[in-house]
């Protein structure tokens, strides 16, 4: 079951409306991605709460229609 970046992107919108975001897909099989978030929302908060409020995003799909996503999160430089 691959997922298309386009519906990652909608899914990690939705829940950080302001972020800039950059899919990859890694493996050309629409289950191995990287992909790039960086928000307002993530200021001050740790890495691994930065992580986790992407794959909440997710809504469940890691693991099942999303086999591998290489994650790297970050508030915008100032």
Known sequence: ???PAAEI???IRAALPDARITIEDLAGDG???????????????PRVRQHQIVYAALQGRMGGALHA???Q???PEQ
């Open 31 to 45: 289950d191995h991605y990287a992909a790039t978030v960086v928000s307002e929302s993530f200021r001050g908060i």
């Open 73 to 75: 999160t970050s508030a």
């Open 1 to 3: 079951m691959a997922m």
């Open 69 to 71: 996503l290489a994650l």
């Open 9 to 11: 992107e909608a899914l």
